[in-house]
């Protein structure tokens, strides 16, 4: 079973930038289709991102496209999250997950999809 470890959540202003990362535990990493997902208290998990396993396709929830970047990196068997004009309504924990795929392509979007979860890091936006 992969493990997740996240990092490089904080506090920042309104329009600033904070770029999360995703450490997995696992010589196997490259099997896995990855996601984030934030969360405030009293609310559902909310999808923000997912890359598909070969990381030739990703997707994003509309109130962060065109702001928020998923990416990959084989190598150092980590997800990124990199978060430019961030707004107060972007206050959450975000949280990594994984999954195994067998298509290099397929990306997931529902938190039930997700068999592996991070402790989350906390991301807040002050207006």
């Known amino acids: 079973q992969v493990q997740l470890v996240e990092s490089g959540g904080g506090l920042v202003q309104a329009g600033g930038s904070l770029r999360l990362s995703c450490a997995a535990s696992t010589v196997t990493f490259s099997v896995y289709a990855m996601g984030w997902f934030r969360q405030t208290p009293g609310k559902e998990r909310e999808f923000v991102a997912a890359i598909s396993k070969s990381g030739s396709n990703t997707l994003y929830a509309d109130s962060v496209k065109g702001r928020f970047t998923i990416s990959r990196d084989y190598a150092k068997k980590s997800v990124f999250l990199q978060m430019d004009t961030l707004q107060p309504e972007d206050t959450a924990v975000y949280y990594c997950?994984?999954?195994?795929?067998?298509?290099?392509?397929?990306?997931?979007?529902?938190?039930?999809?997700?068999?592996?979860w991070g402790q989350g890091t906390q991301v807040t936006v002050s207006s």
């Open positions: 997950a994984a999954t195994y795929s067998v298509s290099g392509s397929t990306y997931y979007i529902r938190a039930s999809d997700y068999r592996a």
